[in-house]
T-cell receptor, first 116, second 114 residues
């Protein structure tokens, strides 16, 4: 079974500082990987996804993530944090069924705080 | 495009009553929708996969008789929590799959059972 581990349930950065949120996955087949953001009392919004194309994926709001097969990692980064980036971030991996992706397996989430 | 709505956004009910939550894909058709449950400060746990025109597939440990899922059309799936109890209080989120690999999430429904 596939799984996702997010290191650090809470990350705090200063406004303008680098954001690095860590995600490691386990999968016996080439995975599809996703980063989602959740603001309080809202659903999830897709930030970016890796689907076996380019290993460096650019997403919305200035975020990007790099797929590293050798490290089984898909860390999320942003060069300069903004106050509006404060939210919960979830990494997810998809399971394959019959040639199509199906279930998403989520990590436990990382709450990002941005200090002024 | 790719908007998913949920109704209601929040609901309070008495213990023992049933509550229905709707999930709609507003601008695309979704043969597959998913229902998740999220406890405070925790991740999303998949409850079931809802397939249009067929029975839902429930995850291990999820009571199918308690959480009734109906996916009667390509744009609507419903989750009914039957005989709700306080431990069913949670944030319920649905998603609709578009294409092979992308899920679009609804805004969630906060259920409080008194």
């Amino acid at each position: 079974a596939q799984s996702v581990t997010q290191l650090g349930s809470h990350v705090s950065v200063s406004e303008g500082a680098l954001v690095l949120l860590r995600c490691n996955y386990s999968s016996s087949v080439p995975p599809y990987l996703f980063w989602y953001v959740q603001y309080p009392n809202q659903g999830l919004q897709l930030l970016l996804k890796y689907t076996s194309a380019a290993t460096l994926v650019k997403g919305i709001n200035g975020f990007e993530a790099e797929f590293k097969k050798s490290e089984t990692s898909f860390h999320l980064t942003k060069p300069s944090a903004h106050m509006r980036d404060a939210a919960e971030y979830f990494c997810a991996v998809s399971e394959w069924y019959g040639g199509a992706t199906n279930k998403l397996i989520f990590g436990t989430g990382t709450l990002l705080a941005v200090q002024p | 495009g790719a908007v998913v709505s949920q109704h209601p956004s929040w609901v309070i009910c008495k213990s023992g009553t049933s509550v229905k939550i709707e999930c709609r894909s507003l601008d695309f058709q979704a043969t597959t929708m998913f229902w998740y449950r999220q406890f405070p400060k925790q991740s999303l746990m998949l409850m079931a996969t809802s397939n249009e025109g067929s029975k839902a597939t429930y995850e291990q440990g999820v009571e199918k008789d308690k959480f009734l899922i109906n996916h009667a059309s390509l744009t609507l799936s419903t989750l009914t929590v039957t005989s709700a109890h306080p431990e069913d209080s949670s944030f319920y989120i649905c998603s609709a799959r578009r294409g092979r690999d992308e899920q679009f999430f609804g805004p969630g429904t906060r259920l409080t059972v008194l």
